[in-house]
């Protein structure tokens, strides 16, 4: 069905979050559909910045107890407010570490191979640095990731079936890691059934939230998940290198991590100074030293807005808008041999649209000199992700149009297809 540019202005008038584009810093002439890998800044994250520099200012030493958000608990406080996000209780979650080295710890914790059951199963579409964590925890209990190490194979390189994942689970398996969403396609598994199938055969599940988390319900806690971790710099909009996060299922606190540090203590405990390790009964056990507060401080202005406006909503847009973007690509861009490649049903599709294109890379180049900021991956990706927050459902039609002129006068050629270093 055609949508015309007067659709999208009625939508964007209804819109119920239309006033949460004003908190944030939007660069004139620009639409931003790369919110997926680094979420923009917003007025209450800098401000959320400030007034912990004001805190270190006016507080010095005394800011680890003092202020409006005492450090030594900080990480502890922004678990809480995200645990709406991810449907687990406040214990559940803390604010700590990297997606990587988060997973690292978990599988320092989690990956206990006994007799047979010695594997780990992932898949082969998986963002590169689980993988990379993963082949390293195997090597470290001595045990060969050729051999350990089975990653579930995707028919058509974009998604992963289901099936195909259960049929990999056997009492010979540890542990399974997944991401949520796949980076690149933006398929969502469901997560609640593939957690129970892996339980059936006694096998603990971690999952990759990068993808999901600011964009998408979950429900960490009643799924019996085991565990999970994800950054805070896409969806989130945390800011470069903003501190990532982890969850712990209830069942599992208590459980001393597989990497233990000062920070992981029970905190009554951490300052007796004893070489004797007292975790805490909480996710902060999984912590491990100080944590680096002014690149978690802007999370605590995102996640009041997360919180005003609640996941629910939030995903509702983004299904719509991503629905929407879908369309006008179909209607407009028939000619010009571009594939979709996510899901497009709304209960396995991500938060963001993924355009398969022989020349995606220099399409892409093309996009940003005309203020248009989608996101490159190899080898045929244009990776388009409206964020509910801040994008407006004009600027997709614009996106659309601009790609169309790109596409009609072949201005792509004017570019290499070549990547670039960060892409
Ligand atoms: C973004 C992303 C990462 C990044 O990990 P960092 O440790 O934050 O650099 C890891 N895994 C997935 C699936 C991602 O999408």
């Known amino acids: 069905m055609e949508k015309t540019l007067n659709n999208m202005k009625q939508w964007d008038e209804q819109d119920s979050l239309k006033e949460y584009r004003n908190e944030f810093y939007i660069k004139d002439k620009t639409i931003y559909l790369d919110g997926n890998s680094l979420g923009l800044l917003s007025k209450r994250a800098e401000q959320a910045l400030l007034s912990m520099l004001e805190s270190w200012k006016n507080h010095g030493i005394d800011g680890w107890t003092s202020g409006d958000n005492p450090w030594f608990y900080f990480a502890e406080s922004l678990g809480a ?12 979650v803390t604010v700590t570490g990297s997606t990587t080295s988060n997973l690292h710890q978990l599988l320092a914790t989690f990956y206990e191979p006994k007799g047979k059951r010695t594997k780990i199963v992932a898949d082969v579409l998986n963002f590169p640095s689980d993988i990379y964590a993963i082949q390293s925890i195997l090597k470290l209990k001595g045990n060969d990731p050729k051999e350990h190490l089975v990653q579930v194979d ?46 059936k055969h006694g096998i603990l599940v971690g999952w990759d939230g990068c993808h999901s988390v600011g964009a998408i319900p979950h429900h960490f806690h009643d799924w019996g998940v085991d565990f999970a971790y994800w950054c805070n710099y896409k969806y989130l909009n945390a800011g470069p290198g903003g501190v990532g996060a982890l969850f712990v299922h209830e069942k599992h606190l208590g459980k001393t991590p597989g990497l233990t540090g000062w920070f992981g203590s029970q905190k009554e405990k951490q300052f007796d100074m004893e070489h004797t390790f007292t975790p805490a009964q909480t996710s902060g056990a999984f912590q491990i030293g100080t944590p680096h507060i002014f690149s978690m401080a802007p999370l605590l202005g995102s996640l009041e807005m997360f919180n005003e406006i609640g996941i629910e909503k939030i995903r509702e847009k983004s299904l719509h808008q991503t629905r929407i973007l879908m369309e006008l690509i179909e209607h407009e861009l028939k000619d010009f041999h571009f594939n979709i490649a996510n899901p497009t049903e709304d209960k396995i599709r991500g938060g963001h649209v993924s355009l398969e294109h022989e020349e995606a890379a220099r399409i892409c180049k093309a996009l940003k000199e005309h203020g248009v900021i989608p996101d490159f991956r190899k080898p045929s990706i244009i990776r ?7 994008t407006t459902y004009e600027e997709l039609y614009e996106t659309v149009m601009i790609l169309k002129k790109i596409m009609q006068e072949k201005l792509y050629e004017n570019y290499s297809n070549e990547r670039g270093v960060v892409a």
């Open 81 to 92: 407010l995200s645990a709406p996000l991810v449907g687990a209780k406040k214990e559940e």
């Open 154 to 199: 995707s028919e058509d390189g974009r998604n992963i079936r289901e099936e195909d994942i259960i049929k990999e689970l056997s009492d010979e398996v540890a542990l399974l890691i997944l991401p949520t969403v796949l980076y690149r396609s933006g398929q969502l598994f469901d997560i609640k059934k593939i957690t129970e199938e892996a339980h």
């Open 384 to 390: 388009l992700a409206p964020v509910a927050l801040y």
